[in-house]
């Protein structure tokens, strides 16, 4: 564990990741998971070792699960695997473990002792059926401090790796007006880009509504397809598998000049267009960034996603299966924390406009 200390020291503040240093700090003290088995799906990158470390801290025996549903950091597997922290695949030999910390439902076919975690919205409809209890973190009000804030800076900056850092005055289209794609418009004026909605109107949010220059309705395709066609770039963040794979929205997707990215975890855009014609073939394009989302911003969602796995612990044999949505104390107390010890206090006061 040394050199897992050593990288997280090194590489961020305390202010950084107030939530998970608040449990490794309590945490190694009450020890509240002692003995118990689990495994974590989130993706393995640098800034989830924070979240593997409170869970050692608390006591439980973390194995770190992989899946081919995301990419990850070689460098951090082989850190991890030489710390002797075992790296599992969800489609390998199945072992008995007490609690499951998914994400996206790659370890759904698994059967855990005492229940689930979930740490995502496409997750929720593996587990509507589940036989089990299911803390549901995507459920809650942390989550859009990721959702919001982390996935649209983390669009931009991978952009800029990209080569395509100047948007002042650019055209953006943006599909999808929930938790991300607010997030990607919030960060795109503020850049000075021109922003067009292309969502269901009424379900805009408040954040987009005031800062959107159009929000054209996705129905009408060829308004669609006039806006795309016309923009620098397009980028998707519905959450829905094949979200654009209808009428003749591919084919205008295809002869648009703009650049095309997805933001979702599943292909939003469809077979009709090609993987080769959207930038990282269809991947959600922060994660091919080092850090896919700045720790200050996904510190909450991984605190609460380690805070489930109490929560089940602590109500065993009390819960009925099924999904779970975070108490408000649970979140009250993380929320607390990163207000006050964090740095994006500022920053948070416009996740008031996703309501």
């Not at 990158?45 to 699960?65: C, D, E, M, P, W």
Request: with cysteine.
């Amino acid at each position: 564990m040394q050199r897992i200390h050593a990288v997280i020291e090194n590489t961020y503040t305390k202010t950084d990741f107030p939530a998970l240093n608040y449990q490794t700090e309590t945490w190694s003290r009450t020890r509240p998971l002692a003995g118990l088995r689990l495994i974590d799906a989130s993706p393995i990158f640098r800034n989830t070792l924070t979240k593997y470390r409170a869970l050692i801290a608390a006591g439980a025996q973390v194995s770190v699960g992989l899946t081919d549903l995301f990419p990850h950091d070689p460098k951090v597997k082989q850190l991890l695997e030489e710390a002797g922290i075992p790296v599992v695949r969800n489609d390998g030999p199945r072992f008995e473990v007490d609690l499951i910390l998914d994400n996206a439902g790659s370890f759904s076919a698994w059967t855990p002792r005492l229940g689930y975690v979930e740490l995502t919205r496409s997750g929720a409809e593996k587990y509507a059926a589940a036989a089990k209890p299911v803390f549901f973190a995507d459920g809650g009000r942390i989550k859009r401090i990721e959702t919001c804030l982390g996935t649209g800076e983390g669009f931009y900056r991978a952009m800029e790796q990209l080569g395509h850092s100047d948007w002042a005055g650019k055209k953006l289209v943006v599909f999808g007006s929930g938790k991300v794609g607010s997030g990607l418009v919030f960060y795109a004026k503020q850049k000075g880009a021109h922003v067009t909605v292309i969502s269901d109107p009424a379900s805009a949010t408040p954040l987009v509504r005031s800062r959107a220059d159009a929000i054209i309705d996705f129905r009408d395709e060829a308004a669609a397809a006039t806006a795309v066609n016309a923009a620098f770039a397009a980028v998707s963040a519905t959450g829905v598998c094949c979200a654009h794979d209808h009428g003749t929205l591919p084919e205008a997707l295809v002869r648009s000049p703009a650049l095309l990215a997805n933001m979702g975890v599943e292909d939003e855009f469809g077979p009709r267009v090609s993987d080769e014609r959207v930038l990282g073939k269809k991947k959600s394009l922060n994660f091919f960034l080092e850090e896919p989302t700045h720790l200050r911003y996904i510190d909450a969602t991984l605190a609460l996603h380690n805070a489930g796995a109490l929560f089940l612990a602590e109500n065993a044999g009390t819960l009925a299966p099924g999904l779970i949505t975070p108490p408000d104390s649970v979140e009250e107390e993380i929320l607390r924390v990163t207000r006050e010890q964090g740095i994006i206090a500022e920053e948070m006061e416009i996740l008031g406009e996703l309501e």
